[in-house]
């Protein structure tokens, strides 16, 4: 484990290997070398009744085999032999050689005090899979998910009272909500509220490889918006490459923030793919583009024009960016897709439209919302 090496087991491959196996191709190409040699010159002379390999090890099958806590994860190892003698643990001692809860305790204390190096293993990984993969990074996509705290929530009146972390209770966990919104078949609306007490991880990864480009853990009440905007500051900083290669990001409506979107485009040149929410209340259904008579726009970004003879209205057919003017082309529908117009030969609009991106920098972006191409890249973060 002294360093990365690519492993040439196809997706596939791993997919039908047994659980031990994944874990045994996780002990060899994880580069957590130096954490393990810090951990262990910070232990010293002292007693290694249960060496600090061993017990990381364990950790990490616990993971691999997704264990929900160290309990479960310490009565798998007192009844897989086999398991133990993996993770490093003294195969002569049988179960005597699974450590009690507390070397656990103490251990994941020593991590958090580490969470550099720690953190350290995750960039290398993600340097070493940009390298072997040219296109990795091309299209990102961003999210955050609820990690249940198993501690107790508090209450209110416990709110108010200053706690100090003691080690048997969670005081940096706080409660969050996510509300989803939606349209049924039949035109109703839907709203789903969900709670929990704990904390979000926040993640940008490949959505084509679906793999992770950097993360990071927080409250559960924490602001989506905010911490994307650091997120992709934090992958800037530490993967240039991956971000210089972008060339599009999705996200859903959480992260529909004027701001980001501009971020996205005018610092790194990518494309934000990010789902939109409506914030006209004035019951307003399309706005008149700035300087045209007869052509408007919703809020989704959907172009139409409004015939000068019969205002009939019609969606223009999106012609593509232009990355020099920073506009994007708008179609005569009549000219495109052949229909009969009676106000075409009057219609202003009739060899199309340029829209600047500045009209609406929510609504207009360098990949149109109304394009095929939009739609595609937003189903690839799913």
């Given amino acids: 484990m002294s360093g990365v090496s690519f492993c040439p087991v196809g997706w596939r491959e791993i997919d039908e290997l047994g659980d031990l196996e994944r874990l045994v191709l996780v002990l060899e190409y994880l580069p957590d070398e130096e954490l393990m040699q810090k951990l262990e010159r910070e232990r010293g002379h002292g007693r290694n009744d249960y060496p600090v390999r061993a017990v990381w090890n364990s950790i990490l099958a616990g993971v691999v085999f997704q264990h929900t806590s160290i309990e479960s994860l310490r009565r798998e190892l007192k009844r897989n032999a086999q398991l133990r003698e993996l993770c490093g643990f003294d195969p002569v ?10 070397v656990y305790s103490r251990m994941l204390v020593k991590l958090m005090q580490n969470a550099d190096e720690v953190e350290k293993i995750f960039t290398r990984l993600v340097d070493e899979i940009s390298t072997l993969l040219p296109d990795f990074g091309r299209v990102l996509a961003l999210d955050s998910k609820a990690i249940h705290s198993l501690a107790r929530g508090k209450k209110r009146d416990e709110e108010e009272k200053v706690q ?61 918006v905010k911490e994307g905007h650091k997120l992709i500051e934090r992958v800037a900083e530490q993967h240039p490459e991956i971000m ?41 259904e399309t706005r008149l583009v700035t300087g045209k008579e007869n052509i408007v726009y919703d809020y989704c970004g959907t172009v139409y024009c409004h015939c000068p003879e019969t205002n009939k209205r019609r969606e223009m057919a999106f012609g593509g960016f232009e990355k020099d003017r920073e506009t994007l082309k708008y179609r005569c529908p009549a000219r495109h897709y052949g229909v009969k117009c009676r106000g075409m030969e009057q219609c202003s609009a009739r060899g199309g439209v340029r829209i600047p991106l500045a009209e609406d920098r929510r609504v207009f972006t360098p990949l149109a919302r109304s394009s095929y191409k939009w739609k595609a890249t937003y189903k690839k973060r799913t």
Avoid: M
């Fill in 93 to 102: 001692r049988g179960e005597d050689a699974v450590p009690p809860s507390y």
């Fill in 164 to 224: 100090r972390p003691d080690g048997r209770r969670d005081t940096d966990a706080d409660f969050g909500k996510k509300t989803y919104r939606g349209r049924r078949k039949d035109g109703t609306l839907w709203e789903k509220v969900v709670s929990w007490f704990g904390y979000k991880l926040h993640l940008i990864v490949d959505a084509v490889y679906e793999l992770p480009v950097g993360f990071t853990v927080t409250r559960a009440s924490a602001s989506d």
């Fill in 244 to 284: 210089e290669r972008c060339d599009a990001l999705a996200a859903d409506k959480g992260y529909d923030d004027g701001k980001l979107i501009v971020k996205l485009w005018d610092e790194y040149q990518i494309k934000p793919v990010i789902d939109i929410r409506n914030l006209r209340h004035d019951g307003e």
